[in-house]
Structure formats: structure tokens, C-alpha cells
């Protein structure tokens, strides 16, 4: 399945003179996971404001499902479920109720489908437990399924992992991917925890005060960010050369200032730096290294520098 669930066309959202979204253009492919990250305001939130139809953009359109508005923009948002910032929860009902008041908003009654959701989000032993009592986590696993009713074709979860404990954010990993290996449901998480969305996403944005960054997928970021040699020399095409002919390496990046990294030969540096300094060129410094995900997002982000 290779057709586009949703795609954005330059949104630009502005509050008071200050643009929160700039020109944002995103396409989701059908049945995948992605992983919508930045920071805090970088305008994850906003976003998923407008494609729910909470929120208007000053400028740009979307498509949903083929869909770019009015009526039939509304008939497809009803294809696609959301968490977005406060959870819409009932405090004084269980949580069965809760979710079976979503049913009557969504025009449907399953019984067996409200047990098979709480059973999802880890939520079948709460019996007469009213929401008010519920832990944070129990919050937004209840919220989530409450995403969940009418079974959506795409689900838009907004910072979903708030709240829970590590126990409870492998559960939910582990839901998300059933939902979307076994009912082929489309998912965009936002978030701004890097290393808890690598162990699920397959797709990644990365978002910036407003602008679009990057988007990449795993294989691409786990390459990005894979073990290293990191070399340090006199002469980059010398040695560059060197690591062609002699050790027959093709994965490397070689950069003018000197510096190069060498993802083939990872457990032998000691051969690397053999054969570059029998053929002459002078090393100042080699290391096996990897770049961590926080670090990648850092550079990313211009090396953390906030204005």
C-alpha cells in the first residue's frame, strides 16, 4: 500500500503575528508508523490541530483520504481517530463507560470491540474504578483507547508515552505495532523523545520552530547514526585512497578538513591505522564511535541553539 493517507501542502499557521507553523508539507503513506519529533513548541501540536479540524491554517490546504474539503473533508476526518493534548475523558465513569459514550459519538455499539480495546491498552482490570482515580498513565492509556473506537484507519496520537512508566510505554509500543502489522492502521506519534520513538516508528519528520526539517526512515537513520571508525588525517584524499586501494572500503565519508568516517572495518581500527600510515599519512586521531539519537537531533536542530 503505497497511496497517501495525508499530504500538506505549505501550512503556515500564525498567532498573534507569530508563525508557529512555516510552509509545512508532509505526505504519510498508508500503513505505516511515523515519528513526528521536536522539541516542545516546534509546532507538533499545531499541526495536529489542523488536520483534526481543530484549528484553521492562516495558509496552505490538506488532503485526507483523497479528500480537500468541505464536506468530504469532514466525512474523512471521521476515518481517523486522535489523542491531542488533554485527554477528552468522563471523570466520574469507569472505564468501559468512558469508551462506550466515544461509541455513541461515533454512531456505533460493540461490546466485544470496547473489551478488545481495553484488553489493548491494558486497562481490563479497572472494573468500577472511576477515571477520576486513575493514575496519569491510566489516563492516557484510557485516552488512547478512546482514539480507538470505531476502529480508524489513522490514528493521530499526540505525545502519547506522557505519563507512563517504563512498564507502560513497552505495552503501548507493542499495541501500536499490533495495530498497525494487523489491522494495517496508519499512525503519526508525535514526540519529543527520540530514543522511545526509534524502537517503534518506521518513518520519521523532524520539526524545527515551525519549519520541516527532515524526513527520513529507520534504515536511513539507523545508518545516520551507525557505529563509526572516526578518523582524523593530513591528507583526506590521500587517505581516502588509501582506505579504496589497499583495504578495499567503500562505506566511508571523507570531509576536507581532514575528518573521515569509516563504517566498514568497525572491529579493526588497528588495520586501518596500519595501512594508512604505511602509505604516509599522518594521523592525529582514531576512534570507533556512534553517533547517539539525542546527538543527531541536536545537530539537527542547528547544535541546540534556541532563539
Known amino acids: 500500500m503505497n497511496e497517501y493517507i495525508l499530504q500538506t501542502h505549505n501550512i503556515s499557521k500564525e498567532y498573534n ?76 465513569m469507569t472505564a468501559y463507560e468512558n469508551l462506550e459514550i466515544h461509541q455513541v459519538r461515533a454512531k456505533t455499539k460493540d461490546r466485544r470491540a470496547i473489551n478488545e480495546t481495553l484488553e489493548l491498552v491494558s486497562l481490563t482490570d479497572t472494573g468500577k474504578k472511576r477515571a477520576k482515580d486513575f493514575s496519569l498513565g491510566m489516563k ?44 494495517k492502521m496508519t499512525i503519526l506519534i508525535s514526540s519529543h523523545l527520540l530514543p522511545e520513538l526509534y524502537q517503534l516508528a518506521s518513518n520519521y519528520i523532524f520539526i524545527d520552530r515551525g519549519r520541516i526539517l527532515e524526513e527520513t526512515t529507520l534504515s536511513r537513520l539507523c545508518e545516520k547514526c551507525a557505529r563509526h571508525i572516526s578518523i582524523t588525517v593530513n591528507d583526506t584524499a590521500l587517505a581516502a585512497s588509501v582506505l579504496e586501494r589497499d583495504l578495499g572500503a567503500s562505506n566511508f565519508k571523507a570531509a576536507p578538513d581532514g575528518t573521515i568516517e569509516l563504517f566498514d572495518f568497525v572491529d579493526r581500527p588497528e588495520a586501518v591505522s596500519k595501512a594508512l600510515v604505511e602509505r604516509g599519512v599522518a594521523l592525529s586521531r582514531i576512534s570507533a564511535e556512534s553517533e547517539s539519537l539525542e546527538s543527531y537531533f541536536i545537530n539537527l536542530i542547528g547544535g541546540g541553539e534556541r532563539g
Open 17 to 92: 503575528g507569530v508563525k508557529t507553523l512555516d510552509d509545512v508539507s508532509v505526505s504519510i503513506r498508508a500503513g505505516r508508523l511515523y515519528g513526528f519529533i521536536g522539541q516542545n513548541g516546534a509546532g507538533k501540536t499545531t499541526l495536529f490541530r489542523i488536520i483534526a479540524g481543530l484549528s484553521c491554517p492562516t495558509s496552505g490546504r490538506l488532503s485526507l483520504f483523497g479528500a480537500s474539503g468541505g464536506k468530504e473533508l469532514a466525512a474523512a476526518r471521521r476515518r481517523m481517530g486522535s489523542l491531542i493534548e488533554t485527554p477528552a475523558l468522563y471523570p466520574d
Open 140 to 183: 492516557q492509556r484510557l485516552a488512547i483507547g478512546a482514539a480507538l473506537v470505531g476502529d480508524p484507519e489513522f490514528l493521530l496520537l499526540d505525545e502519547p508515552i506522557n505519563g507512563l512508566d517504563p512498564l507502560g510505554i513497552a505495552e503501548m509500543r507493542e499495541a501500536l505495532r499490533r495495530l498497525c502489522s494487523e489491522r
